[in-house]
């Protein structure tokens, strides 16, 4: 599976507490290569675990990999911004909409169902995103 990590995702694998946690245990364990995310994603993730070293851990066994530099794309990140002012996105939100277009054959997987449903790429293309099921 190709896929985009998001925080919520990364968050509901490594906390056993979370409500999502069973969704993705389950969604990682069909991961055949690193799913590819952003460093603004690890910050949160760390931040949100309360730990570096489980979010360091993540990329260490192989299930993400960071495949995005934000230098490189400060012009697009910066238009993604404005165009989604009233949503007020965060940085990883922007670098994963921009990552969504350079990987279009990805899916981002994320627990923010509602942001990445208004999301777009490409000014107009809906992102794909694999999401916990609704209750």
Not at 13 to 23: C, L, M, Q, T, Y
Not at 47 to 56: D, G, K, P, Y
Not at 90 to 107: F, G, Q, T, V
Request: charged share 25%.
């Amino acid at each position: 599976m190709k896929g985009i990590a998001d925080t919520g995702f990364l968050v509901a694998f490594s906390n056993r507490g979370d409500d999502h946690h069973e969704w993705a245990v389950g969604l990682a364990a069909r991961v055949t290569e690193p799913l590819l995310t952003c460093e603004p994603v690890l910050a949160e993730t760390a931040f949100h675990l309360r730990s570096v070293a489980v979010t360091l851990a993540l990329v260490a066994e192989g299930l993400i990999t960071v495949s995005f530099e934000c230098n490189d794309h400060l012009p697009q990140l910066a238009a993604l911004a404005k165009r989604f002012a009233d949503r007020k996105p965060d940085l990883a939100d922007l670098c994963l909409i921009r990552m969504s277009e350079l990987y279009p054959r990805h899916s981002v997987i994320t627990v923010d169902r509602e942001d990445f449903r208004v999301y777009r790429r490409n000014k107009r293309e809906t992102i794909p995103v694999i999401c916990p099921p609704t209750d």
